[in-house]
């Protein structure tokens, strides 16, 4: 009788929570979360030998843009709070130095709920204001470099750096761009 009542109800949390990949669907094992085995194969950090101030964690393909979607579309509370630990991982795996002030560019209409998480990992204020003496992170969910060029050269901080999740081209075109 238990084990009835244990599958009826591991059921019904099937249905309100299907155990589902969000990229492929397939159905998660045991301890896997949004993204099965397969999928996490693209989860593999971007690496850079060059001196960059503006860099991502992941390239844009695959289950990465999935993962972008879902940030965008902010249904799951956690996958802000995932994406700004991978950030800060890569902030470390880059020996970036640690930023005075994470720098929110979002207009008030739009909550900047990533930049937000990544300031409390880093234990560092989200202020809106621009300090000659500073070292700024920005936060960006996609990097658009041309953009963030243009923004970084009307910034007023003693040092600019930019982290997004992915760029919006592809890994291997960029060498092109930066
Ligand atoms: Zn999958």
Partial sequence: ?????????????????PNL????????????????????????????KK????????????????????LQRQKILSITKIVASFIVIQL???????????????????????????SILLKKP???????SKIALIVLDVIDIEKVSKMKKQLLFKKVYVMGLCFDVFFDDLDLFL
């Avoid at 009835?4 to 109800?9: A, E, G």
């Avoid at 045991?30 to 085995?37: L, R, T």
């Fill in 92 to 118: 470390f795996r880059l020996n970036w130095p640690m930023p005075d002030i994470v720098y929110p560019i979002s207009n008030l209409l739009k909550k900047d709920h990533l930049s937000k998480e990544v």
């Fill in 126 to 132: 989200l202020r809106k204001k621009q300090d000659l």
């Fill in 51 to 70: 001196a960059r101030s503006t860099f991502a964690v992941f390239e844009n393909k695959g289950s990465i843009k999935t993962l972008l979607k879902e």
């Fill in 21 to 48: 990949c969000l990229h492929c669907f397939s159905k998660l094992e045991k301890n896997y979360f949004y993204f099965c085995k397969d999928c996490l194969y693209d989860f593999s950090y971007l690496y850079t």
């Fill in 1 to 17: 009788m238990k084990d009835i009542i244990r599958n009826c109800f591991s059921r019904i949390l099937d249905l309100i929570y």
